[in-house]
């Protein structure tokens, strides 16, 4: 069964123990200073957003039908069956197209490293494999990261909002968008204050779709392409040899 | 002036300097890595290099199979004198993709990855397999000047004997490729500009590669008379005008169509930055070389016809960074702009296009045309000396 991650922004606290957890287990650096930085970078691969009194935390999404592991030209990246999107950086050839289709912006990239890596959160693989839960959530002190079967917290994120309407705003973030994610997120506020995405922008369809449907159409046109083409050389051809022998017979005909 | 027997020119001054400058940032690319070289970041992982060098590279590319599909595969005769030129540009042009590639490509060392970790769905692997394979096709096409040089008979015959399929596979590779190079652009449509974003990229990808294929011929055979003192076949160049005015239309119709159909038509009358890039690709992929080529005294007047393919070649560079950079400012919510050693590899990568077609055309039959025989070998040499040669031109 597949596994995800639920976030439920009115119990975050923002005490950033998920951050610190999540780069001990990436074995990044984390100090004060990357503590204080709120974009996500090659060495930050989750951050807690603050405003007033509200939080947010940003993380792979971990789509059902992620766009990095479609557009990835040598298949770096996959979708496991525990949920988590993983990375091969030794297939890696670092065309960057994954960090150009992630509806959430998600990739980072080492732009400072000779042989750079694509960075992002991989859902500790490792862990989830073991069925321990994630580093961020193991270390969430007030459960407001709840690793979890994905449909339970599916049904449990519904729960909660069914239960106190009045705590959020009626949607589950990573429910329906670009196809689902295994990332669900809850907030009382809106989502696109803290930079994601609006599911009107990015639509309930899987990403990959709209590539799929033109990369659908190759082995069909294919062999009609080359069967016009080399139906047109034919005739082309052979009109220019009868046109050829023609000319000749005329030239005969005129010689008598 | 002359230092070492060499004649010091402004072109050969210029072609020198951004060499110079273009080596010392390939220094910095491969001991410092992509960002101390460009001002490609996570906001944009793709910049000049994917928007100028691969996109606009291989559309300018375009020629080599739009003139040999027209000869050998219609059979318009007519155009065989401009043949060998064109696959000369194309065929520059795809081996300058490949190193404008190992430029960009964070890992160039894992290129060879591409074949044996193949991703199906990926638009980007195809674009890859297709590219890979027309460029042996085109090496192949361009063989024959080659072999002629050398006076090989035998191999020259075995070639022309595939020629045929040789351009058919060519011509196929290139719809696939030209295309999905839009179809790349597909599977992002929330950030991108509704301006540049369609459903029907991948079309005007293809339209866009034959519109710069014909403009990239009449604009190397305006600049190679002009450098070499040929005479320039004016009825090919006003036939091959005229195909541009009726692509150049084509093209513009099925635009318009496409703004009204998705409701943008209107605003791209409002002011707005992203409107001010569009206009400027507008007017010099439409409406300048429109007007131009809808006068007879234009399309018959070489330095007029190199005129309006030159502001076509503009205006569809200015659309593919359009499509590839500016539709992307308002999502990301910043600017990007090369830095100086990514644009100095950019037009390092140039120079070397324009310095291997001069040497091509010096030293091979390239303007020759195949029905007289055996190239003169001698005879080029000897224009070559006549004409005061420039290193560039």
Not at chain 1, 34 to 42: G, L
Not at chain 2, 86 to 115: C, E, N
Not at chain 2, 153 to 160: E, G, N, S, T, Y
């Amino acid at each position: 069964m597949s596994k995800g991650i639920l976030y439920d922004a009115t119990m975050c606290i923002g005490c950033k123990q998920c951050e610190s957890a999540c780069a001990q287990q990436n074995e990044l650096p984390y100090d004060d200073k990357v503590a204080a930085e709120s974009v996500q970078t090659d060495h930050k691969f989750t951050t807690v957003l603050a405003k007033d009194d509200k939080f947010m935390r940003r993380l792979c999404q971990h789509c059902e039908h992620p766009a990095c592991a479609s557009v990835c030209p040598v298949g770096a990246f996959h979708k496991t069956a525990d949920g988590p999107v993983v990375y091969d950086v030794w297939k890696c050839i670092g065309c960057r197209y994954c960090m150009v289709a992630c509806a959430f912006s998600q990739p980072k990239y080492e732009w400072g490293k000779l042989n750079p890596r694509v960075r992002k959160c991989i859902m500790c693989p490792d862990r989830v494999a073991q069925g321990l839960a994630t580093a961020c959530a193991t270390a969430c002190p007030t459960g407001a990261t709840k690793f979890g079967d994905h449909e339970a917290l599916i049904a449990e994120a519904k729960d909660r909002i069914r239960n106190n309407p009045e705590n959020y705003v009626d949607h589950i973030y990573g429910l329906n968008e670009v196809g689902g994610t295994s990332v669900l997120m809850l907030s009382s506020v809106p989502f696109e204050q803290f930079g994601l995405p609006k599911i009107q922008r990015i639509g309930e369809e899987a990403l990959p779709e709209y590539t799929g449907r033109v990369m659908d159409m190759m082995p069909d046109f294919i062999p009609l392409w080359a069967l016009v083409l080399g139906g047109v050389y034919w005739v082309s051809n052979r009109r220019a040899e009868v046109a050829e022998v023609e000319a000749e017979e005329r030239a005969l005909r005129g010689g008598k | 002036m002359t230092i070492m027997n060499i004649k010091v020119t402004f072109w050969r001054v210029l072609f020198v300097a951004i060499m110079i400058a273009g080596l010392y940032s390939t220094y910095v690319r491969y001991l410092h890595g992509l960002g101390a070289v460009s001002n490609m970041n996570d906001q944009y992982p793709w910049g000049l290099w994917i928007g100028f060098d691969c996109l606009c590279g291989v559309m300018l590319a375009a020629g080599g199979f739009c003139v040999t599909g027209a000869v050998y595969i219609f059979h318009v005769e007519r155009l065989h004198s401009v043949c060998r030129p064109a696959i000369l540009t194309a065929f520059l042009g795809y081996v300058l993709f490949i190193v404008g590639l190992l430029f960009d490509l964070g890992r160039p060392w894992f290129i060879w990855h591409q074949m044996i970790y193949m991703n199906f769905h990926s638009v980007m692997f195809e674009v890859g397999m297709c590219v890979m394979t027309y460029t042996t096709v085109l090496f192949l096409e361009f063989l024959p000047n080659v072999l002629e040089r050398f006076n090989l008979a035998a191999p020259i015959r075995w070639v022309k004997k595939i020629y045929p399929v040789l351009v058919c596979l060519g011509i196929l590779l290139s719809t696939l490729h030209q295309s999905s190079l839009g179809s790349l652009f597909l599977i992002f449509p929330e950030k991108m500009s509704p301006f540049w974003y369609t459903p029907a990229l991948p079309f005007f990808f293809f339209l866009s590669a034959i519109a710069c294929g014909l403009a990239m011929t009449i604009f190397e055979s305006t600049l190679s008379a002009r450098a070499f003192g040929r005479g320039l076949e004016r009825s090919v160049m006003t036939e091959i005008g005229g195909a541009l005015y009726v692509v150049l239309w084509i093209i513009a119709l099925l635009r318009l169509q496409d703004f009204v159909h998705r409701h943008v038509f209107t605003t791209i009358f409002k002011g707005s930055y992203e409107a001010y890039f569009l206009w400027t690709e507008l007017i010099l992929c439409f409406v300048i070389p429109l007007t131009m080529l809808s006068f007879k005294k234009v399309r018959t007047n070489p330095h007029l016809l190199y005129l309006a393919a030159l502001s076509t070649i503009l205006g569809f560079v200015t659309n593919r960074l359009n499509v590839a950079i500016t539709s992307m400012d308002r999502w990301n919510g910043s600017h990007y702009l090369p830095s100086f050693t990514e644009t100095s590899i950019t037009l390092m990568i140039c120079a070397l296009g324009f310095f291997f077609f001069n040497m091509a055309v010096r030293f091979l039959p390239i303007f020759e045309d195949e029905h007289h025989g055996a190239p003169h070998a001698e005879q080029t040499l000897e224009l070559a000396e006549v004409q005061q040669p420039t290193l560039v031109h």
